[in-house]
T-cell receptor, first 115, second 113 residues
């Protein structure tokens, strides 16, 4: 069964607008971590933001925020004030349990920012 | 700090050939990982290591081997390359497993013909 589901293969957003990239996850472990990575066309993987399952508040990092809805098992990434440089693939990932070295990735969402 | 470096950047192999993908990190991270990314897909874990001398299999280990003789280096060995191993290979490291993000290398694009 898929552990991480990203249902939007592609998204478009107008420059300076906000966009939400969806991510749902599946786990029965009460302890887990959720991550978002950006992969520009150059190919490198860039860590954006992290949310722990016990964190009370939604994570934020600059223009990135994570809309964490634990009961719905969703961890959507919100990018505010989109910039042309935000055009990239975005991957949601999860690591279950403590000391678990297997980080599972979703299939990704390709975001295109239009000028 | 160079972070995580990988060599080569690109490689074309013939079926049945072998090669080693090199990975080095200078962040003194204990945890290191090898992932592969097939076209249009997310990443899948091949092997990982929690420290020098300790390695373990991930989700897709068949056809690969690893070693970890030092904290810095974590080479990935492909024996008897097959077309199914055509992929982009990423090495990554982290300072702790829980909550710690992975720091990725630039990737190696491998084609097996």
């Amino acid at each position: 069964a898929q552990k991480i589901t990203q249902t939007q293969p592609g998204m478009f957003v107008q420059e300076k607008e906000a966009v939400t990239l969806d991510c749902t996850y599946d786990t029965s472990d009460p302890s887990y971590g959720l991550f978002w990575y950006k992969q520009p066309s150059s190919g490198e993987m860039i860590f954006l933001i992290y949310q722990g399952s016990y964190d009370q508040q939604n994570a934020t990092e600059g223009r990135y925020s994570l809309n964490f809805q634990k009961a719905r098992k969703s961890a959507n990434l919100v990018i505010s004030a989109s910039q042309l440089g935000d055009s990239a693939m975005y991957f949601c990932a999860m690591r279950e349990g403590l000391n678990n070295n297997d980080m599972r990735f979703g299939a990704g969402t390709r975001l295109t920012v239009k000028p | 700090n160079a972070g995580v470096t990988q060599t080569p950047k690109f490689r074309i192999l013939k079926i049945g050939q072998s090669m080693t993908l090199q990975c080095t990190q200078d962040m003194n991270h204990n945890y290191m990982y090898w992932y592969r990314q097939d076209p249009g897909m997310g990443l899948k874990l091949i092997y990982y290591s929690v420290g020098a001398g300790i390695t373990d299999k991930g989700e897709v280990p068949n056809g690969y081997n690893v070693s970890r003789s030092t904290t810095e280096d974590f080479p990935l060995r492909l024996e008897l390359a097959a077309p199914s191993q055509t992929s982009v290979y990423f090495c990554a490291s982290s300072y702790r497993p829980e909550g710690g993000p992975l720091f990725f290398g630039p990737g190696t694009r491998l084609t097996v013909l």
